[in-house]
């Protein structure tokens, strides 16, 4: 192969890599659209019509079909700690001697005596702790509705500013019951929620050990 092609086409499979979104564990996709409008088969002259009215007479604007976008009011606060210790202990001694010989082989080991002793001691203990804070609004779609009522919802929100991107992502089953009045939920009442907030750019490479230090970490005994 010629190294004048190699090269450009090695620098280029490099930059795409780079510009490649995040990968993500969010329920997908993220958005949909929603289902087209039945078409009114009659008119009966009224102002309300069935076939192209966007909500019912007497529905407010929560979410609730497919399509519809919902405001989740992200809170999410943990804090957890764990304490551990152990403590084990354990002495031994033997002593062995020989006995008086009468008239048989080995008389000259007479009173030899043998000993051994041993001592073991360990000690272990281990702490741990996490407070992490997350705090934020993200726009979300619902991509389906169950059965009973639930809606799976899914967002992103994405901001760059100069060469770093930001990615906050989300997505979840909310129960309609706790849809507020202004459209919008809290991520403490979101089952099965899974919330990422991930960064692309120069600044988040700098923070990443590179594959190398990665292999040479793994394959370290020290």
Excluded: W
């Amino acid at each position: 192969m010629n190294t004048r092609i190699a090269v450009p086409a090695v620098a280029m499979l490099l930059a795409g890599c780079g510009m490649t979104t995040p990968s993500t564990s969010v329920h997908q996709p993220m958005s949909v659209r929603p289902a087209p409008n039945p078409v009114a088969t009659q008119d009966n002259g009224a102002i309300y019509q069935p076939g192209t009215a966007r909500l019912a007479l007497f529905e407010d604007r929560r979410a609730r079909q497919v399509g519809d976008t919902l405001l989740v009011v992200v809170e999410e606060r943990t804090n957890a700690s764990k304490r551990s210790s152990s403590a084990a202990n354990r002495t031994g001694e033997v002593e062995v001697s020989i006995p008086t010989l009468t008239k048989l082989p080995g008389a000259g080991l007479e009173g030899l005596s043998v000993g051994a002793s041993s001592d073991s001691t360990f000690e272990g203990g281990g702490n741990s702790a996490a407070n992490n804070v997350f705090q934020g609004n993200v726009a979300v779609t619902v991509i389906e509705v169950y059965p009973n009522g639930n809606m799976l919802v899914s967002g992103e929100k994405q901001v760059t500013i100069n060469n770093g991107t930001e990615y906050i992502r989300f997505s979840g089953v909310v129960n309609p019951i706790h849809v507020s009045s202004a459209n919008s939920v809290s991520s403490t009442r979101v089952a099965d929620a899974r919330i990422e907030y991930k960064g692309k750019g120069y600044i988040t490479e700098a923070q990443n050990m590179g594959f190398l230090q990665r292999l040479f970490l793994s394959i370290s005994p020290f």
